[in-house]
Nanobody, 126 residues
């Protein structure tokens, strides 16, 4: 069965960096669209970044563009989220998600994704 296991979260000071990892198994990772979403307390889950199917072409939320980088390692079945210049507004639980039938225009929608990880907490102190 599909498994997505996130790691790499933690506590960091504003301006710092973290790299999240999501190890995937149980499906054809290369052909899937992989994404990161986040959910802050009292807020809805929001799109952060995605890497599209085989191409790995990326999309980003405006709030993280030029600070975060998503990368898809097909050899390791792992997707990463490099987060730089973190600020307290980035504090959230970060979720990895996988979609087998995403289209380019649907990547930012949570209902595009079939499978989700358990989440990893990222806390940015001011």
């Amino acid at each position: 069965q599909v498994q997505l296991v996130e790691s790499g979260g933690g506590l960091v000071q504003a301006g710092g960096s973290l790299r999240l990892s999501c190890a995937a198994s149980g499906f054809n990772f290369r052909a899937y669209t992989m994404a990161w979403f986040r959910q802050a307390p009292g807020k809805e889950r929001e799109f952060v970044a995605s890497a599209f199917r085989n191409s790995g072409n990326t999309q980003y939320a405006d709030s993280v563009k030029d600070r975060f980088t998503i990368s898809k390692d097909n050899a390791m079945n792992t997707v990463y989220l490099q987060m730089n210049s973190l600020n307290p507004e980035d504090t959230a639980v970060y979720y990895c998600a996988a979609a087998g039938r995403a289209i380019w225009s649907s990547q930012a929608r949570a209902d595009t994704y079939d499978d989700w990880g358990q989440g990893t907490q990222v806390t940015v102190s001011s």
